[in-house]
Each structure stands twice: as structure tokens, then as C-alpha cells.
T-cell receptor
Framework: EPEVTQTPSHQVTQMGQEVILRCVPI?????FYWYRQILGQKVEFLVS????????KSEIFDDQFSVERPDGSNFTLKIRSTKLEDSAMYFC????????????FGPGTRLTVL | QKEVEQDPGPLSVPEGAIVSLNCTYS??????FMWYRQYSRKGPELLMY????GNKEDGRFTAQVDKSSKYISLFIRDSQPSDSATYLC??????????????FGQGTRLTINP
């Protein structure tokens, strides 16, 4: 069964460093998402991406964040200058159609900012 | 008032019991309702998907949506120790123009005791 994959599974970085989190969505899916989950808190929406552009972004998704689909398979989240409060699990999700809103999540990347 | 509210538990029941999990919400524009299961430090796994009001059954799982009360439920029959996980409710609006971000509840941590 096709699944969303994410790399790395765990990323440790120093405050102020740039990180890139990578995702390979399910191959025939059209909508892509990033969510994050701070330890013990809700899963929160960050950004959605469709037709090579951002569809919607949350207040969390400020100028330090960017997303890209550099080729036909990868979907990346870049954090330009990491802060301590960026430490969280980051989940990529994808969805196939414009109607039924079934989003499938990857296993997540645990980001630790020191 | 929070957009989606879910009792975080923890909830502990004996094997074989019927489990009832629920969420309330405030946004009457929500049309899609989902339940995800999340094991510790893993990504959310889609369990049930419901559009608008009504019931949906899949094996031991039944999802109910009552839009008039803004209340959704997940029932697990004949619960098994392998059902031990955190259960997240999630919902979204029905805007075909947009990418339909998911809004999650806090998650209920469930333990099934053998």
C-alpha cells in the first residue's frame, strides 16, 4: 500500500541553523501539507500546497518557513533560522482529490533545536 | 471557545469493553470529520472518515456525527490491547476552492488492559 515517507526521522540542530525536512507524498496525490506537533500538544496545520503554490498557511508559518516541490516526487519544508520553539514533530500529509478530504500522514520528523 | 475540544484522558478500559471517544466543535462550517489513531512518536493513521451527519461502520469501529449538537463520536467494540493508542478527531470545512486544512482535537490517550 502506498505511503507518505519522510526523512530524516530525527534532526538535531543548533539554534539559528537552517534545516530542510523532506517528504515523498503518495505518487498520484495532488494536495500536500505540513503539520507540526509540539510534545504533548495538538497537531497544528502549518501550510498547504497545490498546483505548485501555497494554498493556505497558518500564523505559525512566518517568513522563516518555506516549502518547495523541487521535482515530481519530493516536497520540502525549510526553516531558515531555527528557534528553540521550533522543536516539534513535523508531519507531511498528502491527499488525492479536490473532493473527499482524506489526508494521509507520514511518520514524521522529530526536530530538536538546541 | 476552542474550535475543537477533546478530552485528553487518559482512558483505561479492560479488554473486550466498548470504548466511546468524542469531540465537540464550534465551527458550524465543518463538513468532513475524521478519526486518526496515533501510536507514540508516530504519524497519525486515518481510521474513519465521515462526510456531514450520520453513522459509518468499519469492522469494530463506528463513527457518528451529530451536526445539530456539533458532536462526533468513535465507538470501538470488542476492544483489544492493540487498540491502545492516542485517538485524534480532526475536521475540516468543505471548500472546493481551498486545500481544506485539518483542525485536530487534543487527542485521547486510550489503554486497553488485557
Amino acid at each position: 500500500e502506498p505511503e507518505v515517507t519522510q526523512t530524516p526521522s530525527h534532526q538535531v540542530t543548533q539554534m539559528g541553523q537552517e534545516v530542510i525536512l523532506r517528504c515523498v507524498p503518495i505518487s498520484n496525490h495532488l494536495y500536500f501539507y505540513w503539520y507540526r506537533q509540539i510534545l504533548g500538544q495538538k497537531v497544528e496545520f502549518l501550510v498547504s500546497f497545490y498546483n505548485n503554490e501555497i494554498s493556505e498557511k497558518s500564523e505559525i508559518f512566518d517568513d522563516q518557513f518555506s516549502v518547495e516541490r523541487p521535482d515530481g516526487s519530493n516536497f520540502t519544508l525549510k526553516i531558515r533560522s531555527t528557534k528553540l520553539e521550533d522543536s516539534a514533530m513535523y508531519f507531511c500529509a498528502s491527499r488525492r482529490t479536490s473532493g473527499r478530504n482524506t489526508q494521509y500522514f507520514g511518520p514524521g520528523t522529530r526536530l530538536t533545536v538546541l | 471557545q476552542k474550535e475543537v475540544e477533546q478530552d485528553p484522558g487518559p482512558l483505561s478500559v479492560p479488554e473486550g469493553a466498548i470504548v466511546s471517544l468524542n469531540c465537540t466543535y464550534s465551527n458550524s462550517a465543518f463538513q468532513y470529520f475524521m478519526w486518526y489513531r496515533q501510536y507514540s512518536r508516530k504519524g497519525p493513521e486515518l481510521l474513519m472518515y465521515t462526510y456531514s451527519s450520520g453513522n459509518k461502520e468499519d469492522g469494530r469501529f463506528t463513527a457518528q456525527v451529530d451536526k445539530s449538537s456539533k458532536y462526533i463520536s468513535l465507538f470501538i467494540r470488542d476492544s483489544q490491547p492493540s487498540d491502545s493508542a492516542t485517538y485524534l478527531c480532526a475536521m475540516s470545512t468543505n471548500t472546493f476552492q481551498g486545500a481544506q486544512k485539518l483542525v485536530f482535537g487534543q487527542g485521547t490517550r486510550l489503554t486497553i488492559n488485557p
